[in-house]
Nanobody
Framework: EVQLAESGGGLVQAGGSLRLSCAASGFTFDDKAIGWFRQAPGKEREGVGCISSTDGSIYYIESVKGRFTITSDPARKTVYLQMNSLKPEDTAVYFC??????????????????????WGQGTQVTVSS
C-alpha cells in the first residue's frame, strides 16, 4: 500500500526557514517522481516542485526558485523540501505526492494535481509577517 507522510511544518517568521520531510512506503523511487504541493485557504492546490532520483530531473515553480530546494534520499525513502527566506504568501498546507501519470520526457515536470494519485495528509506551514 502506497503511503506518504509529511512532517516538519510549523509557525515561522518571515525570512525564516523550515524543512519538510515526506516519508514514503509501499513503493520504490525507481522511475518515479515525487511532487510537493501546497494549498492556501480558499485557493486551489498548486504544485511547488518535484524530483526524480531516477533521471535526476527537478522542477520548481517560479515563485520558489532560489528559496526552496527539493532533495531525495531513496535509501531512506524520504523526500525533503527545504524552504528558506519564507514569505507570508508561502503560508499553506503542504503535501507530498507520488506521480502516477507520465507523458514522456523527464519524469519530473511542472507538477499538476491530475498527474498525481497518492497523497499525504499534509502539514501546515504558517509564515508570520
Amino acid at each position: 500500500e502506497v503511503q506518504l507522510a509529511e512532517s516538519g511544518g510549523g509557525l515561522v517568521q518571515a525570512g525564516g526557514s523550515l524543512r519538510l520531510s515526506c516519508a514514503a512506503s509501499g513503493f520504490t523511487f525507481d522511475d518515479k517522481a515525487i511532487g510537493w504541493f501546497r494549498q492556501a485557504p480558499g485557493k486551489e492546490r498548486e504544485g511547488v516542485g518535484c524530483i526524480s532520483s531516477t533521471d535526476g530531473s527537478i522542477y520548481y515553480i517560479e515563485s520558489v526558485k532560489g528559496r526552496f530546494t527539493i532533495t531525495s534520499d531513496p535509501a531512506r525513502k524520504t523526500v525533503y523540501l527545504q524552504m528558506n527566506s519564507l514569505k507570508p504568501e508561502d503560508t499553506a498546507v503542504y503535501f507530498c505526492s507520488l506521480r502516477n501519470f507520465y507523458h514522456g520526457g523527464p519524469l519530473c515536470t511542472l507538477p499538476r494535481t491530475y498527474d498525481y494519485g497518492y497523497w499525504g495528509q499534509g502539514t501546515q506551514v504558517t509564515v508570520s509577517s
